[in-house]
């Protein structure tokens, strides 16, 4: 029993099977606990309000004289449900062919092919022809937004959109204009469409009606191949789906995950995500090999072989030497455990990393999930591996050894780490200062790679590889590891489990965690190691 003395529970049978879930649950929540998807429109999950707007959820409940909408309707003991009753499907059916009515037949150019709920059902209740005699009615399409397009034809008058504005976002900026036949979406008068978190109003749309316009025409759903992953745009760590085609990122929308972005993300991370393998990149192994010692010279190209032989060859030659090193806050938790494996190798204790920073952003509603002033994905990674911020140009040593992990060095002088006894520079592009560097190992963003980051809370999330890595690059863990063996230290490993475990085994805020156990949801660091690191008190954890 609850507190004041109601159920906490409770049960009821659908479609035959009976089912025991939380008071307050709706049915067509309920009935996904027995497997049954009752088919909607205007629901969804991440939004608050259940109008009832669509009827396609309508049930059958014994006892009770009409259908009633399973979106709206609470579960309650010994209530019988038939989601699928000749009653129900025919009311299904008479709402698929209103809809019809005007929807024009535009499936083969719509970019919601093959992924829209009203293609679907029309074709379950096999509504491929019309009654209707006369011409469809033509509405158009609009911009609502810089880089949202409303296609009126195709617009269910679902509601998500306008209900995700005002009662997720908290912006009244969208309404239904007009009634009936002729309603339509559109901005308030007066007003702009004009949130951090507008993108999220796409991703909900059960049809084609609301499109990106930098996706129009691009892909289909078939043409698309999908990947989870992480937001690497701030700390929040928003879990998402990358789709590609042709090795391109084409589409970016949020994954499910209730501790940390619910069902949403924000355009800055979206936008971020399009862009992350776009320019030149760094594309084969580099040595500055020339003359008969092995040394001097310019940089030359030459194989992964080649290349982990004179590093690790030069490595074993100096010793540890001291000196400095500069990473990315955008490096997996693999890369940097490795880097710092290799560090302490060279005695190299300082490890230098900059977030650039960029203005917040709050979803009013959902309180984990918000666009944080650093603007990198794993600076508390970094933390965990020794890293320290710095705020200005990265300085090389005067000696000593310099390592650089995809840091783009911006502000570093033209003779930057010029003298140095070794600077080995690892990246997934070349900027003007690595050119000094004696050798320079190409390697994939983590959209070409398997890995982990860790959010600002210290939660540890998997990202999985969605794109081809260019030419001979190759995962950062994946390279140092090659060349740690060849020093002796350890064995090189060839995928990502190999890497994660022998990060946990070694460090402590990844002690007890497994690749497979931290699941595509995330798991929480060693709280200690995570306090030590400076995330549970960190003025960005709040910011």
Known sequence: MAENGAKATVTLKIDGV??????????????????????????????????????MCLVEVEGRPKLEPSCTLQAADDMVVNTASDTARTARQSVIEFLLV??????????????????????????????????????????????ILYFADRCVICTRCVRFMRDVAEDDSLIVAQRGDKAYIDTFPGRELDNPFQGNIVDVCPVGALVHED?????????????????????????????????????????????????WMCDYGRKHLVMTNRGVRAELPLIRAGGGDGGGGELRPVDWATALDWVAEKIDALGAPGGSAVVSPDASNENLFYLRTLLDRLGVADAAFRVPQGETAELPTVPTLKLRADRAANATGAGFFGGR?????????????????????????????????????????????????????PIATFAEMDGTFTNFEGRVQRFHQALRPPGLARPGWMVLSRVLARLGDGEAVNDVRGAFERMAAQTPAFAGLTWDGIGLKGAPAAGAAAEAAGVAGSAEAGA
């Not at 008071?23 to 027995?34: F, Y």
């Not at 690595?434 to 050798?439: L, S």
């Open 389 to 441: 911020r710095a705020d200005g140009p990265p300085d090389g040593p005067p000696g000593g050894a310099l390592v650089v992990l995809d840091d783009e060095l911006e502000g570093a002088g033209e003779d930057f780490g010029a003298s140095t006894d070794f600077f080995l520079y690892l990246g997934t592009r070349l900027p003007g200062a690595a050119r000094n560097a004696d050798a320079v190992l």
């Open 215 to 263: 996706f129009v025409f691009k892909a289909r759903a078939w043409d698309m191949d999908a990947a989870a992953s992480v937001c690497p745009g701030c700390p929040t760590g928003c879990n998402v789906t990358i789709d590609t085609k042709e090795n391109q990122i084409v589409r970016v929308k949020p994954r499910h995950n209730a501790a940390v972005n619910s069902w």
């Open 102 to 147: 005007n929807h024009p037949l535009d499936c083969p150019i719509c970019d919601a092919a093959g992924q829209c709920m009203l293609q679907d059902y029309a074709y379950v209740t096999n509504q491929l022809e019309s009654r209707v005699d006369e011409p469809k009615r033509i509405m158009g399409r609009d911009r609502i937004s810089d880089d």
């Open 18 to 55: 009976e089912v025991t879930v939380p008071s307050g649950t709706r049915v067509i929540e309920a009935a996904e606990h027995v497997g049954v998807v009752v088919p909607r429109y205007c629901y969804h999950p991440g939004i608050p309000t259940r109008p009832a707007q669509c009827r």
